[in-house]
């Protein structure tokens, strides 16, 4: 069955420093995968999609097949970072599974 | 261009009453889908709409129905609300065709006593 687990529940970091958010999946087929983030009490908005390799707000994602995932980088963290951060997987075209979510908190 | 729209965004229940809870888009995307958000389980689809006059059931269907109505509108129904239903209710859409993202409303914010 499909699945997307990201294991860390809560991530706090300073800002400035790193960051890296965890997502692995599971898919037999070829998978189309993206980050959605969530500021606080407002709507979940597309961050990034792996199709695009793009950087959105300073965020990268890459695409590893060999070990199944998809996590979300940036290396200079701001406080406005702040976040809920879900990554999803589509699977036959309009079939969507999100993770359980990263809950990332930047420190001053 | 309001893109996905939910109403209510509150709304208090006692245990036992029904609600309807709306959506409404104007993208013109064919699928539909109505999910919710609990702490610690993310989202958790409960039904979609692949296209007008077609429902399935999600992960956690039991205690709902829903409606698509027009390619427009696509409503959750609580026929007899529990307090496990207590939580935060997201509509989204999606075109329909492979690789493109789904746009969310604001959600609506549901209490069940």
């Known amino acids: 069955a499909q699945r997307v687990t990201q294991p860390e529940k809560l991530l706090s970091v300073f800002k400035g420093a790193p960051v890296e958010l965890k997502c692995n999946y599971s898919?037999?087929?070829?998978?189309?995968l993206f980050w959605y983030v969530q500021y606080s009490r407002q709507r979940l908005q597309l961050l990034l999609r792996h199709i695009s390799r793009e950087s959105i707000k300073g965020f990268t994602a890459d695409l590893n097949k060999g070990e199944t995932s998809f996590h979300l980088k940036k290396p200079f963290a701001q406080e406005e970072d702040s976040a809920m951060y879900y990554c999803?997987?589509?699977?036959?075209?309009?079939?969507?599974?999100f993770g359980p979510g990263t809950r990332l908190s930047v420190l001053p | 261009n309001a893109g996905v729209t939910q109403t209510p965004k509150f709304q208090v229940l006692k245990t036992g009453q029904s609600m309807t809870l709306q959506c409404a888009q104007d993208m013109n995307h064919n699928s539909m889908y109505w999910y919710r958000q609990d702490p610690g389980m993310g989202l958790r689809l409960i039904y979609y709409s692949a296209s007008e006059g077609t429902t399935d059931k999600g992960e956690v269907p039991n205690g709902y129905n829903v409606s698509r109505l027009n390619k427009r509108e696509f409503s959750l129904r609580l026929e007899s609300a529990a307090p496990s239903q207590t939580s935060v209710y997201f509509c989204?859409?999606?075109?329909?065709?492979?690789?493109?993202?789904?746009?969310f409303g604001d959600g609506t914010r549901l209490s069940i006593l």
């Open positions: 898919y037999s087929g070829s998978p189309e």
């Open positions: 989204a859409t999606q075109t329909g065709n492979s690789n493109q993202p789904q746009h």
């Open positions: 999803a997987l589509v699977y036959y075209g309009q079939n969507f599974v």
